[in-house]
């Protein structure tokens, strides 16, 4: 379902407390309806998935917890409130896929990564589990032993 990553696509965003606190699943590309000052806003980067989540509501997905500053040139009559829910623009049938994994076993969906595709803003969407303590830990020591694999490499390398 879902697509590789464009070499054009700029990231805006990314949530990187996901990748850490969670076990990708799945990822699906989706659309977020915006407002002007919104779009302008993330253009200048002032956006924050902070503790936002997203929820499957009759036949729509709801972005909820996702902050996007007011824009600054906006003025305070036209500008958007901050903390709206705001809708997410997917295919039918894999909206009905997410829902039904959400609810047999238990997964949810948060908001990975907003980035622009084109002209477009776009959010990826993932399918995942929560990870408990000790994969957490089992993580950070990956990264440790990367860490130290690379600098090692870079030394010899320097060496020779």
Do not use: W
């Given at each position: 379902m879902?697509?590789?990553?464009?070499?054009?696509?700029?990231?805006?965003?990314?949530?990187?407390?996901?990748?850490?606190?969670?076990?990708?699943?799945?990822?699906?590309?989706c659309?977020?309806?915006?407002e002007?000052?919104?779009?302008?806003s993330l253009?200048?980067g002032?956006a924050?998935?902070?503790?936002?989540?997203?929820?499957i509501?009759?036949?729509?997905?709801?972005?909820?917890?996702?902050?996007?500053?007011?824009?600054?040139?906006?003025g305070?009559?036209?500008n958007?409130?901050?903390?709206r829910?705001?809708y997410?623009l997917?295919?039918?049938?894999?909206?009905?896929?997410?829902r039904?994994?959400?609810?047999e076993k238990?997964?949810?969906?948060i908001?990975?990564r907003?980035y622009?595709?084109?002209?477009?803003?776009?959010?990826?969407?993932?399918l995942?589990?929560?990870?408990?303590?000790?994969?957490?830990?089992?993580?950070?020591?990956e990264?440790?032993i990367?860490?130290?694999?690379?600098r090692?490499?870079?030394?010899?390398k320097?060496?020779?």
């Amino acid at each position: 379902m879902s697509k590789k990553n464009n070499t054009t696509d700029r990231n805006i965003l990314i949530n990187k407390k996901a990748a850490f606190d969670y076990e990708f699943v799945e990822k699906i590309e989706c659309g977020i309806v915006l407002e002007g000052t919104e779009v302008k806003s993330l253009r200048e980067g002032r956006a924050s998935f902070g503790s936002s989540y997203i929820k499957i509501q009759g036949n729509r997905m709801i972005l909820m917890g996702f902050t996007i500053q007011p824009y600054s040139l906006g003025g305070s009559v036209f500008n958007h409130a901050p903390m709206r829910e705001r809708y997410l623009l997917i295919k039918k049938q894999e909206m009905k896929h997410l829902r039904r994994k959400v609810e047999e076993k238990g997964m949810t969906i948060i908001p990975y990564r907003l980035y622009f595709k084109e002209n477009l803003i776009k959010l990826e969407v993932c399918l995942c589990k929560g990870r408990d303590y000790s994969g957490k830990k089992q993580l950070l020591k990956e990264r440790d032993i990367q860490r130290d694999a690379q600098r090692e490499i870079k030394n010899i390398k320097r060496l020779s």
